[in-house]
């Protein structure tokens, strides 16, 4: 165990002994060529590199190593050397300070490997910067930092009654300039609700410049001592590597961000002069041949959205994430929700766009729609919503107007007004002409029923056991349909009555005589009496 023991230090000390007799060759080197010089000499070198030669390598050498000596930042512990296929660098956060190469070996009598090391030492040791520590530095940084911690005290004081100030102002300003926030007639937000929130949003904002204060402050005072340096760095790296990202961010996007406005605001202009041509014709006062004004509303609200549209279209692409492949999807699912949920949704609008250009009716019209009467209420590119004389609202689905007919009572009352008509069955035994008198009559009496054109009859029908009498009058008043055909029938009966006149049905008709008569008792006479029911024998 001993022999052992004895033969590693023995080897040892063979190793240590090379080693030192290398060290002392190199030592040896006579001095030539130009010299690497740092505080002092540091080394020569004879040889160059690529196209520089020996003086202006060195001259270059020399450079980066004053520029490293004259920089704050950089150390000597930051040195590397960085092993490439002809040359070995020495570097210092990626700035090259020389590289080694086979020449420079051959000079030293060595490796490139050791050669490397022996330059890197040399370096490391020639470029370690010698600190003083400065007493009377640390004083003054000790006042300079007591007074930026006096001021901040003594001025956050003042920056709290400021804020107070503000408070009492804001308070002062309800119902003034801070008002209440309607749409229409509902009041969305009451001043002191407002008022309220201001005054909120205000102490977050006192808050948030507190806290930036503060956080500027710190690195400035752990600046001003030498161990504290690296944390004031830091800091001030979190503040401006976000800033610094932002401005570039902004500036790269500000053409993108010009384009857009550009185009926002010319359509804006575009529109607004669509609309003005809109309301001129709306109010008759710009007259387009075979363009009819109350198509004026809905072709704006059709050109507007496909402008809109196609602005969105070429606006996206621009917007920050319009290019990213997440946006991109979310778009397309949403756009594919709108197309398979909303197919029903989209044939209601292309059919109420169909509705407005075929102008069957227009709000205010009294209409029939399959089996449903009324007014019109209103028109969206959805429905329509019908008001029926029972005052029930009935909507129908704009598509279903397309598929069932529309009777519109409205617009024939544009003319001589409308033909309300009623139908009565008289027997044979009754003349016709005492009929036809007795119906117009019963027609002039109707309240808001027009004198000229004269109301007039049809014959309708000559069936087995009577003649159909229609009766025809004109109204201007088409929202009291119901009620002038109640009062149009209740004179006809009366007008049959006093004329001894029965409306019969023909089943009735076929058993005469031995029944009461259909008349009214106030309308017979006062000695009437039934007649008997007679049979003749032969």
Same mark, same amino acid.
């Given at each position: 165990?001993?022999?052992?023991?004895?033969?590693?230090?023995?080897?040892?000390?063979?190793?240590?002994?090379?080693?030192?007799?290398?060290?002392? #060759?190199?030592?040896?080197?006579?001095?030539?060529?130009?010299?690497?010089?740092? !505080?002092?000499?540091?080394?020569?070198?004879?040889?160059?590199?690529?196209?520089?030669?020996?003086?202006?390598?060195?001259?270059?050498?020399?450079?980066?190593?004053?520029?490293?000596?004259?920089?704050? $930042?950089?150390?000597?512990? +930051?040195?590397?050397?960085?092993?490439?296929?002809?040359?070995?660098?020495?570097?210092?956060?990626?700035?090259?300070?020389?590289?080694?190469?086979?020449?420079?070996?051959?000079?030293?009598?060595?490796?490139?490997?050791?050669?490397?090391?022996?330059?890197?030492?040399?370096?490391? /040791?020639?470029?370690?910067?010698?600190?003083?520590?400065?007493?009377?530095?640390?004083?003054?940084?000790?006042?300079?930092?007591?007074?930026?911690?006096?001021?901040?005290?003594?001025?956050?004081?003042?920056?709290?009654?400021?804020?107070?100030?503000?408070? %009492?102002?804001?308070?002062?300003? /309800?119902?003034?300039?801070?008002? #209440?926030?309607?749409?229409?007639?509902?009041?969305?937000?009451?001043?002191?609700?407002?008022?309220?929130?201001?005054?909120?949003?205000?102490?977050?904002?006192?808050?948030?410049?507190?806290?930036?204060?503060?956080?500027?402050?710190?690195?400035?005072?752990?600046?001003?001592?030498?161990?504290?340096? *690296?944390?004031?760095?830091?800091?001030?790296?979190?503040?401006?590597?976000?800033?610094?990202?932002?401005?570039? *961010?902004?500036?790269?996007?500000?053409?993108?961000?010009?384009?857009?406005?550009?185009?926002?605001?010319?359509?804006?202009?575009?529109?607004?002069?669509?609309?003005?041509?809109?309301?001129?014709?709306?109010?008759?006062?710009?007259?387009?041949?075979?363009?009819?004004?109350?198509?004026?509303?809905?072709?704006?609200?059709?050109?507007?959205?496909?402008?809109?549209?196609?602005?969105?279209?070429?606006?996206?692409?621009?917007?920050?994430?319009? /290019?990213?492949?997440?946006?991109?999807?979310? #778009?397309?699912?949403?756009?594919?929700? %709108?197309?398979?949920?909303?197919? +029903?949704?989209?044939?209601?609008?292309?059919?109420?766009?169909?509705?407005?250009?075929?102008?069957?009716?227009?709000?205010?019209?009294?209409?029939?729609?399959?089996?449903?009467?009324?007014?019109?209420?209103?028109?969206?590119?959805?429905? $329509?919503?019908?008001? $029926?004389?029972?005052?029930?609202?009935? $909507?129908?689905?704009?598509?279903?107007?397309?598929? +069932?007919?529309?009777?519109?009572?409205?617009?024939?009352?544009?003319?001589?007004?409308?033909?309300?008509?009623?139908?009565?069955?008289?027997?044979?035994?009754?003349?016709?002409?005492?009929?036809?008198?007795?119906?117009?009559?019963?027609?002039?009496?109707? /309240?808001?029923?027009?004198?000229?054109?004269?109301?007039?009859?049809?014959?309708?029908?000559?069936?087995?056991?009577?003649?159909?009498?229609?009766?025809?009058?004109?109204?201007?008043?088409?929202?009291?349909?119901? !009620?002038?055909?109640?009062?149009?029938?209740?004179?006809?009966?009366?007008?049959?009555?006093?004329?001894?006149?029965?409306?019969?049905?023909?089943?009735?008709?076929?058993?005469?005589? *031995?029944?009461?008569?259909?008349?009214?008792?106030?309308?017979?006479?006062?000695?009437?009496?039934?007649?008997?029911?007679?049979?003749?024998?032969?």
């Amino acid at each position: 165990m001993k022999i052992v023991f004895s033969f590693l230090i023995l080897i040892l000390s063979f190793q240590g002994l090379r080693a030192q007799v290398e060290t002392d #060759s190199i030592t040896q080197i006579k001095p030539a060529g130009f010299p690497v010089i740092a !505080k002092d000499t540091l080394f020569y070198l004879q040889q160059g590199i690529g196209p520089f030669s020996a003086e202006e390598r060195v001259k270059q050498i020399n450079r980066k190593i004053a520029n490293f000596l004259s920089s704050d $930042t950089q150390v000597a512990d +930051s040195l590397k050397v960085l092993k490439n296929n002809m040359t070995q660098d020495i570097i210092v956060e990626g700035t090259i300070i020389m590289s080694v190469t086979e020449k420079d070996a051959i000079q030293l009598g060595l490796n490139l490997n050791r050669t490397t090391i022996y330059y890197y030492e040399i370096l490391q /040791e020639g470029l370690t910067k010698e600190t003083v520590f400065d007493w009377q530095g640390l004083v003054i940084n000790i006042l300079i930092a007591l007074l930026i911690v006096g001021v901040f005290l003594y001025g956050l004081k003042y920056y709290n009654r400021f804020f107070r100030v503000i408070y %009492i102002k804001i308070h002062a300003q /309800e119902g003034k300039l801070i008002k #209440s926030i309607s749409i229409k007639n509902y009041q969305l937000l009451k001043s002191e609700i407002l008022t309220r929130i201001i005054v909120y949003a205000t102490k977050g904002l006192r808050i948030v410049i507190l806290v930036l204060v503060i956080y500027l402050l710190l690195p400035i005072l752990f600046s001003l001592f030498p161990w504290t340096q *690296g944390i004031a760095d830091t800091l001030f790296q979190l503040i401006l590597t976000p800033l610094k990202k932002l401005g570039i *961010g902004l500036l790269s996007y500000l053409p993108n961000l010009l384009t857009i406005v550009v185009t926002v605001v010319v359509t804006r202009y575009f529109l607004k002069l669509i609309k003005f041509f809109r309301v001129e014709i709306e109010n008759s006062r710009l007259i387009v041949p075979g363009f009819y004004p109350d198509w004026a509303r809905p072709t704006y609200n059709i050109l507007k959205g496909i402008i809109l549209a196609l602005v969105l279209i070429g606006i996206f692409p621009l917007l920050p994430m319009g /290019e990213s492949e997440s946006f991109k999807g979310v #778009s397309a699912f949403f756009g594919l929700l %709108i197309a398979l949920g909303g197919a +029903s949704a989209i044939s209601n609008v292309i059919a109420g766009v169909v509705v407005t250009y075929m102008r069957s009716f227009k709000v205010g019209d009294r209409v029939k729609i399959g089996d449903v009467m009324g007014d019109v209420k209103e028109k969206s590119l959805l429905n $329509t919503r019908i008001k $029926t004389i029972k005052n029930e609202i009935i $909507t129908i689905p704009n598509s279903n107007l397309l598929t +069932s007919h529309t009777i519109n009572y409205t617009t024939a009352n544009d003319e001589d007004g409308l033909i309300l008509h009623t139908t009565v069955t008289i027997g044979y035994d009754v003349p016709w002409r005492q009929v036809h008198e007795l119906l117009i009559e019963a027609g002039l009496k109707t /309240e808001f029923v027009k004198k000229m054109p004269h109301p007039y009859v049809y014959q309708t029908s000559l069936d087995d056991f009577y003649v159909s009498y229609q009766i025809n009058v004109r109204t201007r008043e088409v929202q009291k349909m119901s !009620k002038i055909y109640s009062d149009l029938h209740q004179n006809i009966q009366d007008g049959f009555n006093a004329a001894g006149v029965e409306i019969m049905s023909p089943h009735y008709g076929a058993h005469r005589d *031995g029944n009461q008569s259909t008349i009214p008792q106030e309308n017979l006479p006062a000695d009437y009496l039934a007649p008997w029911f007679r049979i003749k024998k032969d």
